[in-house]
DNA sequence: AATACAATGCAACATTGTTGCAAAATATTG
DNA sequence: CAATATTTTGCAACAATGTTGCATTGTATT
């Protein structure tokens, strides 16, 4: 698993450092998705701020997470499937938020359908954000 | 237009306030969704911040606006249909975000399609948002 | 017109995100 | 391995967005 998350930072020619590690680490362990909050707490007060923010867009950037759009104000995250890669991403799946404990799920089995447009309009990505209850809190 | 405006505020027993009536009449008369940014500076600083806070939650509850999920940490808020009302809102349309011009489009005929879930799952609501490129900038 | 009720403005605060720059850590080179 | 070049980090300062309590003002009701 350690090694994973090296492997993982050398692939995208990443420097190796503390807080990229540990962060990735946190996104490997976790459940669903992290939202800034999350990972501030998670990583126990071990890095500033805006180092954290700089890690998270460093690692959208290179295609090894994601954002997931919300309503409520705070951007999500989670990690990517291997063929995205520098800037490319190809998540097509949906996203799954729980109304009763929070959690944001990344649906991988789950494509996002083809929608067609009025004339004019082009499509660059689709994103499919449902909220309802999940199977925890069914 | 003007009778519109007191007509619904009145249709949702909330009382005829100056900033009521101008947000109103501002979405009325607005082509795409409009931030809480687009507001402060549409209206002219004729409000305080939080007046317009307050008024986007109610008018939100009262089934006059619905939020728009983003990418970017801004909500968007545009008019529903005439079919919302108190908290249940049946806006089953796909919503676009231009990337060049950034205007937010209600595409009012185009429903979103339904999403089937893996058991356990219950939906209580699907958004679909797609960026790419409006018929203006294409 | 008098009263009851609701909305507003202000101040103060909280959260989230960004930028510049010196110090520290990492990678590269000989 | 040590010296150097390059990146990353932490700090400070700032900006944008959102929330709460409370006195004042405006709206609705009688
Ligand atoms: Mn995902
Ligand atoms: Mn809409
Ligand atoms: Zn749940
Ligand atoms: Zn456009």
Redesign the pocket.
Known sequence: MHQTIIDTLKRNQ???????KKILELFLHAKGALA??DIEHQSGAE?????I???L?TFVEKGIIHTIPTAD???RYALCKDDCANGHHHDDHVHFMCDDCGTTYCLDHVTVPQVSLPNGFTVTQTDVIISGKCMKCA
Chains 1, 2 share one sequence.
């Open positions: 990443l420097s190796i450092t503390d807080s990229r800034h909050f890095f500033d701020r805006v180092t923010y700089r890690t867009q104000n705070s951007i």
